[in-house]
């Protein structure tokens, strides 16, 4: 019987045959897609994308916050505030530089605002952020109140310095990142960035010479 139809879906066969199954494809969850699709996503409108960016990010954009602002509280407000603003701007994003650098620059930028308008003096947190290892060691009473008065010197040292070398400094010497990524971020020339850092590391190791 010639041009013979045989309805309903057809039958699966055992897997690599090449026999088409009736089952659809499954979907990969947000956390198993790259980044750049979760931003052509997050641009196209999905917000379940940019939320999953926001997850992989939020700790270290909150620990630069953290170290800028010197105050966990308004660390929360800045990066909250940074992530509706870049929410918002999904749309500029371009792709020159990385996400997490573009990221980054909304932080900041929030940061350096909120320093300026409330001009904070409260020396900086002095535990070690989120997602710092554990330390197993057990000083002795005497040593463990020397270390807690060094990094309380130095909280207040870093706090000290003008808010172009702290946000320069905190992204170089405690995110480790390079200098061009930092211009990038700053918005500042990487030799304006690297005086910056020279500048903040003379002035830290000026203070901090009653430690050595």
Same mark, same amino acid.
């Given at each position: 019987?010639?041009?013979?139809? #045989?309805?309903?879906?057809?039958?699966?066969?055992?897997?690599?045959?090449?026999?088409?199954?009736?089952?659809?494809?499954? $979907?990969?969850?947000?956390?198993?897609?790259?980044? /750049?699709?979760?931003? $052509?996503?997050?641009?196209?409108?999905?917000?379940?994308?940019?939320?999953?960016?926001?997850?992989?990010? *939020?700790?270290? %954009?909150?620990?630069?916050?953290?170290?800028?602002?010197?105050?966990? &509280?308004?660390?929360?407000?800045?990066?909250?505030?940074?992530? $509706?603003?870049?929410?918002?701007?999904?749309?500029?994003?371009?792709?020159?530089?990385?996400?997490? &650098?573009? !990221?980054?620059?909304? $932080? /900041?930028?929030?940061? &350096?605002?909120?320093?300026?308008?409330?001009?904070?003096?409260?020396?900086?947190?002095?535990?070690?952020?989120?997602?710092?290892?554990?330390?197993?060691?057990?000083? &002795?009473?005497?040593?463990?109140?020397?270390?807690?008065?060094?990094?309380?010197?130095?909280?207040?040292?870093?706090?000290? %310095?003008?808010?172009?070398?702290? /946000?320069?400094? #905190?992204?170089?010497?405690?995110?480790?990142?390079?200098?061009?990524?930092?211009? *990038?971020?700053?918005?500042?020339?990487? /030799?304006?960035?690297?005086?910056?850092?020279?500048?903040?590391?003379?002035?830290?190791?000026?203070? !901090?010479?009653?430690?050595?």
């Amino acid at each position: 019987m010639a041009n013979a139809q #045989v309805s309903g879906p057809p039958a699966a066969g055992p897997p690599g045959l090449g026999v088409p199954s009736a089952r659809p494809a499954r $979907v990969p969850s947000r956390a198993a897609l790259d980044e /750049t699709t979760l931003v $052509v996503r997050a641009q196209d409108g999905d917000v379940g994308a940019f939320e999953e960016l926001a997850r992989r990010h *939020q700790n270290a %954009l909150f620990r630069v916050a953290v170290r800028v602002l010197g105050d966990a &509280t308004d660390a929360e407000d800045a990066l909250q505030d940074a992530l $509706v603003d870049a929410w918002r701007r999904i749309g500029t994003f371009r792709g020159e530089a990385a996400f997490s &650098t573009w !990221m980054y620059r909304i $932080v /900041t930028h929030r940061c &350096t605002a909120l320093v300026r308008r409330r001009r904070r003096t409260e020396p900086l947190p002095t535990d070690d952020g989120p997602g710092a290892p554990a330390d197993d060691r057990s000083p &002795t009473p005497e040593r463990a109140a020397e270390v807690d008065a060094e990094m309380a010197a130095l909280s207040r040292a870093v706090a000290s %310095l003008p808010e172009d070398q702290r /946000t320069a400094w #905190v992204l170089r010497e405690l995110e480790g990142l390079g200098y061009s990524e930092i211009s *990038q971020i700053t918005g500042a020339g990487e /030799t304006a960035v690297r005086g910056r850092i020279h500048r903040a590391r003379g002035a830290l190791a000026e203070r !901090m010479r009653a430690w050595r």
